[in-house]
């Protein structure tokens, strides 16, 4: 691929890409502040079509938030509630079930579930949330708890990550969710979630997770306080860690959703602003197979454009959605199989139906098994 670039500094760093070298902290710097849009999506697209070709995965899941009470009050959430609030709730075990139920009648792979840290619930209630789901129907793969979860119920139970990530595990859990990474840099932190896990405890969590040999993905908020310098931060601590133990498995960056939360007053990221974070995340990211366009934060347009901007991934059909409704998402509460299909037919990529360990999930009516990682779907 040749692109014709004016800037001499821009053309170092393009060349850089299409050579296959790591990009730097200034590099990325200097193509999230000076890169137009154009560039970006030319180069993140060589680099996704390097790693997945013309595939685009997706999965059949269905999300459950236990609760919304939480003690916590980040600046960015319109999901949470406290206890007397009137739309605080709590499921119940036959809740569980039934949702569990749902997803599978709906031939769902996966189940992911994350909530509100409620200070009237023990850690065997989240246990046992884990473990319901998982007697309920043991072939669907449990995607669960953030570091922020996690680290509460060390906290709550005196207990080391290690002892809680094993109770939680041999309770069905299958892999965890990238939720919580916020902006890792300390001060911005500080002003959007102060009192929640800090960022050494994200990572220290994921690490033991790795050892553990648990899976997990990774998040970054965009478009609120953030600069572009915290963006690139975030991205090259994530990349750090990848590096030491190959435990991410997807990045997904989450635009900022203003309404209903004390941020207010700060715009909606728009569509340029989404596919720019798209590009730069898999142009940053060169240790990460894959980068997820989640439709249901994006709009499925944006989300069908971003398969071309460097994402191979639109996330699944999801079914029931808070944190982003409560917030103003527009989007449906989930999509179908078909209209997935249709979205990534439509974006010219060929749509390969995936489990959360990104295995070819075939099917036979009803049925569903697992086949190939899918390195081996691409050769
Ligand atoms: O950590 C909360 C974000 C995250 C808002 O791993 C908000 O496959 C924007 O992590 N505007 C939870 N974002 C969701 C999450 C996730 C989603 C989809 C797939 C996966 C995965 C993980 O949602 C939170 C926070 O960063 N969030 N409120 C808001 N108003
Ligand atoms: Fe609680 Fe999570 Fe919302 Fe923060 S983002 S207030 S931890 S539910």
């Known amino acids: 691929m040749s692109v014709s670039i004016n800037d001499p500094e821009l053309r170092a760093v393009a060349d850089k890409v299409l050579n296959g070298e790591r990009l730097s902290f200034d590099d ?15 180069l993140a697209n060589t680099v996704r ?28 959430c319109a999901f949470r509630a406290d206890l007397k609030d009137e739309k605080a709730y709590t499921f119940t075990d036959d809740m ?3 949702r569990v139920l749902e997803g599978r009648a709906a031939g769902a792979t996966e189940i992911h579930v994350v909530g509100g840290l409620h200070h009237k619930k023990s850690f065997d209630w989240y246990l046992n949330v884990v473990r319901v789901i998982h007697e ?31 109770q939680l595990v041999e309770a069905g859990l299958g892999s965890m969710p990238g939720g919580g990474a916020e902006i890792f840099d300390e001060q911005v932190r500080r002003q959007i979630c102060e009192h929640k896990a800090d960022s050494d405890v994200w990572f220290d969590v994921h690490r033991t997770a790795h050892e553990l040999g648990l899976r997990s993905n990774a998040t970054m908020l965009y478009g609120h306080i953030e600069k572009a310098r915290h963006r690139i931060d975030h991205l090259i ?10 435990g991410f498995q997807t990045f997904i960056p989450l635009a900022f959703h203003p309404e209903n939360t004390e941020l207010s007053e700060i715009p909606k990221a728009d569509g340029v602003f989404d596919l720019r974070m798209v590009a730069l995340s898999r142009l940053m990211l060169d240790n990460f197979d894959h980068i997820k366009a989640y439709w ?57 139906e995936r489990d959360t360990l990104y295995r070819k999930v075939i099917r036979n009516g009803r049925e569903w098994t697992v086949g190939e990682p899918l390195t081996a779907v691409r050769a």
Not at 28 to 42: I, N
Not at 51 to 75: E, M
Not at 237 to 246: A, G
């Open 96 to 98: 569980l079930r039934d």
């Open 49 to 76: 079509e390097r790693k997945n070709g013309n595939f685009a995965y997706y999965n059949t899941n269905i999300h459950l938030n236990p609760t919304n009470v939480c003690v916590y009050r980040c600046r960015f």
């Open 28 to 42: 990325g710097v200097l193509l999230d502040e000076r890169a137009d849009l154009h560039l970006l999506g030319q």
């Open 237 to 246: 601590r994530l990349r750090t860690l990848q590096d030491e133990t190959s």
């Open 136 to 166: 309920t129907c043991p072939e669907i793969h449990i995607k669960a708890w953030t570091p922020v979860e996690i680290s509460w119920f060390s906290f709550i139970t005196r207990k080391p990550v290690r002892w809680i990530l094993e």
């Open 296 to 352: 249901i934060m994006l709009g499925e347009q944006t989300a069908q454009v971003a398969l071309g901007y460097g994402a191979d991934d639109i996330d699944g059909t999801v079914v029931h959605e808070l944190i982003y409704h409560d917030a103003g998402a527009k989007t449906p509460e989930g999509m179908t199989v078909e209209q997935l299909h249709r979205l990534i037919r439509e974006a010219g990529r060929i749509p390969v």
